[in-house]
C-alpha cells in the first residue's frame, strides 16, 4: 500500500482503511466503493503526516491475525489517534479494529474460551448508539460472520455495548460522543446479511461520505496524469496481485496498454 498518494485524491472526500492485515481487507474497500463512497487502503501504521494530506472523513481499522495485547501486535500510531480527535472524524473498527479501539482506550482484551467462527446471531440493544449503526436493520436477531480467537471482556470508559451474541457480549460497541464504533463481526462477507447497510450506515450516514465516486472517473483522471507526468516516450512498468485486485490494481493493468513496454 502506497503511502504517498497521488495529489489527485487528495482533496476528494475518502473513507482511510487503515489494514491489520486481514484477509478480508480488499474486500472491506469493495464495498465501500459499491456505496459509491472513495476510499483508500492505508498501512495500520501510517504516519498521521502521509494521512492528513488527504480529506479524511472517516476511518475503518481492518480486522487482523495479530492479538492486541501480544508485544509485537501492530497498532495505530498515537499522532493518528490525535489526529482523529482533533478533527472529530469517525471511527469504526472491525474485528481486531474493535480490539484496538478497546486496547488503546483502556478497555480489556483477552482470549476467548471458545473461538467464534462461522455464522453468529448478533443480537442488539436499544440505545442511541445502536440506532446509529443499525439503522435500518431487522429488529431482533441479525445474522453475522465471526472470526475471532479474541475478545473485549471489559469496555473503555466512555462506551457502551451496543450488541452482544451468546458467545461476545461485547460483539459491538461504541462511543458517540466521540463518534468511535466497533463491532467483532465482518459486515463485508456476504455471510452478514445486513452487512452491507451497517457499513452504509456509518460511511454515508455517520461519516456524510459523498457517495459520488466511480471507477470510471478516478481512472480517466490517473491515466491523463500519469499521461502529464511520463510524457509521449516514457514508459510504464506494471504489476498485477495475483490476490487482490485493487483499484490501483486494476488502473495500473490498463496502463500497461496505454505505455507498452
Known amino acids: 500500500m502506497d503511502q ?34 472513495f476510499c483508500e ?10 494521512l492528513k494530506v488527504n480529506n479524511i472523513v472517516g476511518i475503518i481499522l481492518s480486522g487482523g491475525p495479530s492479538s492486541v495485547y501480544e508485544p509485537d501486535s501492530p497498532h495505530v500510531k498515537a499522532g493518528v489517534w490525535e489526529f482523529i480527535k482533533e478533527n472529530n472524524i469517525p471511527v469504526l473498527g472491525i474485528c481486531y479494529g474493535m480490539q ?4 488503546v ?7 476467548s474460551s471458545e473461538r467464534e467462527f462461522g455464522r453468529a446471531i448478533l443480537s442488539t440493544v436499544k440505545c442511541a448508539a445502536a440506532e446509529s449503526l443499525f439503522a435500518g436493520i431487522s429488529n431482533g436477531d441479525i445474522q453475522m460472520w465471526m472470526s475471532h480467537g479474541d475478545k473485549v471482556t471489559a ?12 458467545n461476545s457480549e461485547n460483539a459491538a460497541i461504541a462511543n458517540e460522543s466521540l463518534r468511535i464504533y466497533g463491532i467483532q463481526f465482518h459486515p463485508e462477507v456476504t455471510h452478514s446479511l445486513q452487512g452491507k447497510e451497517i457499513l452504509a ?26 499521461r502529464e507526468k511520463v510524457g509521449p516516450n516514457g514508459h510504464v512498468i506494471g504489476a498485477v496481485s495475483g490476490k487482490s ?11 500497461i496498454f496505454l505505455y507498452p513496454t
Request: net charge neutral.
Open 41 to 50: 487502503l492505508y498501512s495500520c501504521t501510517i504516519d498521521v503526516v502521509a
Open 155 to 166: 469496555l473503555p470508559n466512555g462506551f457502551t455495548t451496543i450488541a452482544n451474541t451468546s
Open 105 to 111: 482506550f483502556g478497555g480489556k482484551v483477552q482470549p
Open 245 to 255: 485486485f485493487s483499484q490501483y490494481d486494476f488502473i495500473t493493468f490498463f496502463l
Open 201 to 226: 450506515n456509518f460511511a454515508v450516514k455517520i461519516c456524510n461520505a459523498p457517495t459520488d465516486w466511480n471507477m470510471k472517473d478516478i481512472s480517466e483522471n490517473f491515466i491523463k496524469e500519469v
Open 4 to 37: 504517498q498518494k497521488s495529489s489527485l485524491n487528495s482533496s476528494r472526500a475518502q473513507v482511510a482503511i487503515l489494514d491489520f492485515g486481514s484477509q478480508y481487507t480488499h474486500l472491506i474497500a469493495r464495498r465501500v466503493r459499491e456505496l459509491h463512497v
Open 100 to 103: 484496538e479501539i478497546a486496547h
